[in-house]
């Protein structure tokens, strides 16, 4: 078959789009990244707890109960959390810290059941823009609320841990730091700055954000020459050389971190999992387990606090 000019004229222009789209996104990346902030400023974003706001207790599973926080700080940073401890008068417990990501940190509460002989509390990402923008238009609109949540993510969290360490019911002395999947990044963050914290676990995460995203936009976006520059814009635009765990793993030191794999993980390569292992200077452990990543299914969460609790109740 003959091709025609206008065969000709369709080509060129379909590879002059992809150019200047290349051209937006290497651009638009180049600015995300100049814009970054210092690592060193994620701690002067702590603020002083200005304002406490909490809803009733309400039963949970088998004698405990969920509280839903709010704290305002001087300088208006806010953070929503909720608390899951047993029903009564108790004497301080242990405590857990949960990031697990926009809303499913929270929610993670309501999969636990009753968690054991610990207070759990599961942080949100201080997140003001829409909850499930629609279209082009609204999508980058709500890039700036959230480029700004992820970048007050660890100092949120501060804040909360500062304000968790003083309630009755937690012992300051034995806490620990939770990162579940989306949420690990931020974990090598807050377990580095907070030396209160004991212990820090990477639970379904890994090293190497960029890869990471790369990984998960294959399905979406198929051709690497176009991949490659979307998952550098979005990595800049998350922070993420900022927030990369090999970066703290040596300020978490000498405590230790646990590392947490699934073998059938779909969406994190095991070369990741492996390689935040290895970013840990030690004391460190690798725990590998059957199954796919966590998401949201109640017997995934739950199995995975029974590794958690294991490990704590060695000591």
Not at 88 to 115: C, F, K, N, S, Y
Not at 151 to 180: F, N
Request: aromatic share 6%.
């Amino acid at each position: 078959m003959k091709k025609t000019r206008g065969d000709f004229f369709r080509r060129i222009a379909r590879w002059l789009a992809l150019g200047a789209l290349l051209a937006v996104v290497v651009v638009g990346g180049l600015l995300a990244w100049l814009a970054l902030p210092r690592p060193g400023q994620f701690r002067e974003r702590v603020s002083a707890v200005a304002g406490v706001e909490t809803e009733p207790p309400r039963a949970a599973a088998e004698g405990f109960v969920s509280q839903a926080v709010r704290l305002r700080g001087e300088n208006g940073l806010r953070v929503d959390l909720r608390v899951l401890r047993p029903a009564g008068e108790q004497a301080p417990l242990p405590l857990l810290v949960l990031v697990a990501g926009h809303r499913t940190g929270r929610d993670a509460v309501g999969l636990l059941g009753a968690p054991g002989p610990f207070v759990v509390a599961a942080l949100d990402y201080p997140y003001d823009g829409p909850e499930r923008p629609r279209g082009l238009c609204q999508s980058a609109a709500a890039i700036p609320a959230a480029r700004r949540a992820l970048g007050d993510t660890p100092a949120a969290a501060l804040m909360a841990i500062e304000w968790l360490a003083a309630q009755p019911w937690v012992d300051s002395t034995r806490m620990e730091l939770l990162g579940v999947s989306l949420g690990s990044p931020f974990a090598g963050v807050i377990g580095a700055l907070e030396p209160r914290i004991r212990r820090v676990w990477f639970i379904h995460g890994g090293a190497g954000l960029r890869a990471w995203l790369d990984h998960n936009l294959r399905d979406r976006i198929k051709s690497d020459a176009l991949r490659a520059p979307v998952a550098w814009l979005a990595y800049a635009l998350a922070h993420g050389p900022s927030l990369e765990s090999e970066l703290w793993m040596p300020r978490i030191a000498p405590r230790p971190v646990v590392v947490i794999g699934a073998r059938g993980d779909k969406r994190l390569p095991a070369a990741l999992i492996e390689r935040l292992h290895g970013a840990a200077p030690g004391p460190k452990e690798l725990i590998w387990m059957e199954g796919g990543h966590v998401d949201r299914r109640p017997e995934a969460v739950r199995h995975l606090l029974d590794v958690v609790r294991s490990r704590l109740e060695r000591g």
